[in-house]
């Protein structure tokens, strides 16, 4: 209870809010001004595939809202998170707290392209990653550097977190990705000169009429040819509405065990 209230006390100096999560079941700590998470971890949450008691690694957790979702999964036996930015390492640290979640979650403050000095070689079952999403210079550059950081690749481009995950993962293991669609044939590239076979893609759409928003690829670890393709995902309806898929996926991770 004294860290709970030490947590509150802490939130309030650094203009901070505590947010829920799957129907109350979890709280996290987001800055009010600043790098906070989108729909992209929900759709990542739900697409990712575990074997029972699989070790997972987050790379680039962020605030932690991936490892606070995925600690709810019955197959994930621990989650280790690796953040480069302090302010939010720290900000994770204290959602875990909050959650009481400290056997569940690990956090390293980190950069994955160091990834040799954080965790060992072929440690992991499975790999997580929703990396900055644009190159440098492509895009003008937040000026808030926790934002700018998430989503551009100042500190880290997708082919080192894709190393950083192939030198993490067991022979075999999974990594889970979410990636702009505009950007695919690069992400698929990578993957495969880093030993990380694409086998399970799911394209997200905004609405029926729309272009294509986003990919979800599962790769495997020195895996063999041959990729699944999923049926689409559209999250709005033409009303702007949540379709029935987006409505089922929140449901299934509020009741998630």
Do not use: W
């Not at 644009?134 to 997708?158: F, L, N, Y």
């Not at 609405?207 to 040819?225: I, M, N, P, S, Y």
Request: with cysteine.
């Amino acid at each position: 209870m004294r860290d709970f209230l030490a947590d509150i006390s802490v939130l309030r100096q650094n203009d901070e809010s505590l947010d829920e999560l799957m129907v109350g079941r979890l709280n996290i700590l987001q800055k009010k001004k600043g790098y906070r998470f989108s729909l992209d971890a929900f759709l990542l949450t739900d697409f990712i595939r575990l074997k029972k008691g699989s070790a997972v690694l987050d790379l680039g957790a962020g605030g932690g809202i991936l490892s606070l979702l995925l600690s709810q999964c019955r197959n994930c036996r621990h989650i280790t998170g690796i953040e480069i930015q302090k302010a939010l390492a720290d900000m994770m640290k204290r959602s875990i707290r909050i959650n009481r979640l400290s056997d569940r979650i690990s956090v390293y403050q980190g950069d994955v392209r160091r990834i040799e000095a954080i965790v060992n070689p072929r440690e992991f079952d499975a790999a997580v990653l929703n990396p900055p999403y644009r190159k440098v210079g492509a895009g003008k550059i937040s000026p808030d550097h926790q934002k700018a950081i998430a989503r551009h690749e100042v500190e880290g481009t997708i082919g080192d977190f894709l190393k950083a995950a192939a030198y993490a993962l067991k022979s075999s293991g999974c990594i889970h990705v979410i990636y702009p669609a505009a950007r695919v044939v690069e992400l698929i590239y990578k993957m495969r000169i880093n030993h990380l076979e694409p086998k399970r893609l799911r394209i997200v759409y905004s609405h029926r009429d729309a272009t294509a928003e986003f990919v979800l690829v599962e790769g495997l670890k020195e895996g063999g040819e041959e990729m699944e393709i999923m049926s689409p995902l559209f999250i709005y309806t033409k009303k702007g509405q949540y379709t029935k898929m987006m409505k089922d996926i929140f449901r299934n991770l509020s009741t998630s065990q």
